[in-house]
């Protein structure tokens, strides 16, 4: 085996990268204070064609040199927008016909694994802050909760790997869809 080089990985430009046909995934980032979990999470959403980001509450926005260092230029191709109040966005997105779906540890929540996608269906993820998580206030705006089944001692994970892996799975599930409808 040989490693590729980044010229033989056939990557889109920006200009194809905004033309192109996203996910219908929508991610909400809710009072997250690192900066590089900001950036980890553009970059997750450059590489799977997330639709948009919301950057709400304390959320920091782009332009910034530390969102920039993990980011790695993904602020420049994922649409993205700040508004201060998520349930302000939540409610759009509710009236759009969006499915809001808050990422967190609440009773009645369905399991990663289990959670189950519907063809032609736009979702909203919810993240929340790195110690108190998503907010009560959001939870109950949201259609229901994805939780992510953890074996060990802790309770939690960081915010950008929670955000790749729920990201990833519902890309999964959503291109499985597309190809068994086809």
């Known amino acids: 085996m040989r490693k590729l080089a980044n010229s033989e990985l056939n990557r889109i430009d920006t200009d194809a990268f905004k033309e192109a046909t996203k ?7 809710d009072d997250i204070r690192s900066l590089h979990n900001i950036g980890s999470v553009f970059r997750t959403s450059d590489a799977f064609l997330i639709e948009k980001i919301y950057l709400c509450g304390i959320t920091a926005t782009p332009p910034n040199k530390e969102i920039h260092k993990t980011a790695l230029g993904a602020t ?3 649409e993205w927008e700040y508004v201060a109040d998520v349930v302000e966005v939540l409610k759009r997105l509710s009236a759009e016909g969006v499915s809001l779906q808050a ?3 609440v009773v009645g929540s369905v399991m990663l694994n289990d959670f189950e996608v519907l063809p032609q269906q736009r979702y909203a993820l919810v993240f929340g802050n790195e110690v108190k998580g998503v907010s009560q206030q959001a939870i109950d705006c949201c259609d229901g909760v994805i939780e992510i089944p953890q074996l060990g001692t802790k309770h939690s994970l960081n915010i950008s790997v929670s955000a790749g892996m729920v990201v990833w799975d519902l890309f999964q599930k959503i291109n499985a869809k597309r190809v068994s409808a086809e």
């Open 23 to 29: 996910s219908p995934l929508i991610l909400v980032l």
């Open 76 to 78: 420049e191709t994922v």
């Open 103 to 105: 990422v967190e540890q």
